[in-house]
């Protein structure tokens, strides 16, 4: 069974750019969660999407934001990028069937975003 | 607000020489507490979720105990392939897959 899978692994953008990075989650995983991950902050959550729809955001601005579509593939956009941006954006993919269960997150390998 | 601490942030270990991480958390009411290991450059592989506490769950030298505000990985006669960064996560009651993550702490097995 296939993993989750990111694209691009790295990327180099400039100070004013924006960039999108997408997510494919393991078939049948209908929940697809981004974090950044930088080494002062450790890893943070950014959103969660459900059936093409976000059912939680983290403390980021809203420069960043996120899309399911309705194979649950998922994308992240980052406008307007700042130096500070620049970190190790991870997706983790689960099967979220509800009933109040706890499901296996599996995370991608990530793209790695550096701001110049 | 969901906080999770992790200790040591690093450790380092002789091969054979057993230990244990230590991860400390408060949750507004405890879905599951999730660990991973993540090695560098790569993203978290998944190891155990725990639900309740008084739960054990083994995975070859791994083993990872519950309790009310902690969790414990006890690692048994590591090997240097056991060197990577360990993370602590909670998810919390309700309907988002959420995971509020510790820093981790950073493994180092000696031959």
């Known amino acids: 069974k296939a993993g989750v899978t990111q694209t691009p692994r790295y990327l180099i953008k400039t100070r004013g750019q924006q960039v999108t990075l997408s997510c494919s989650p393991i078939?049948?995983?209908?929940?697809v969660s981004w974090y950044q991950q930088t080494p002062g902050q450790g890893l943070q959550f950014l959103f969660e999407?459900?059936?093409?729809?976000?059912?939680n955001k983290g403390n980021f601005p809203g420069r960043f934001s996120g899309r399911q579509f309705s194979n649950s593939r998922s994308e992240m956009n980052v406008s307007t990028l700042e130096l500070g941006d620049s970190a190790l954006y991870l997706c983790a993919s689960s099967l979220a069937a509800g009933g109040g269960f706890s499901y296996e997150q599996y995370f991608g390998p990530g793209t790695r975003l550096t701001v110049t | 607000e969901d906080q999770v601490t992790q200790s040591p942030e690093a450790l380092r270990l002789q091969e054979g020489e057993s230990s244990s991480l230590n991860c400390s958390y408060t949750?507004?009411?405890?879905?599951?507490l999730f660990w991973y290991r993540q090695d560098p450059g790569k993203g978290p592989e998944f190891l155990f979720t725990?639900?309740?506490a008084g739960e054990e769950k083994e995975k070859e030298r791994l083993k990872a105990t519950l309790t009310k505000k902690e969790s414990f990985l006890h690692i048994t006669a590591p090997k240097p392939e056991d060197s990577a960064t360990y993370l602590c996560a909670v998810q919390a009651q309700g309907g988002s897959e959420k995971l509020v993550f510790g820093k981790g702490t950073k493994l180092t097995v000696n031959p």
């Open positions: 078939s049948g995983h209908r929940s």
């Open positions: 949750v507004s009411g405890l879905r599951g």
């Open positions: 725990l639900y309740s």
């Open positions: 999407y459900f059936s093409e729809t976000q059912r």
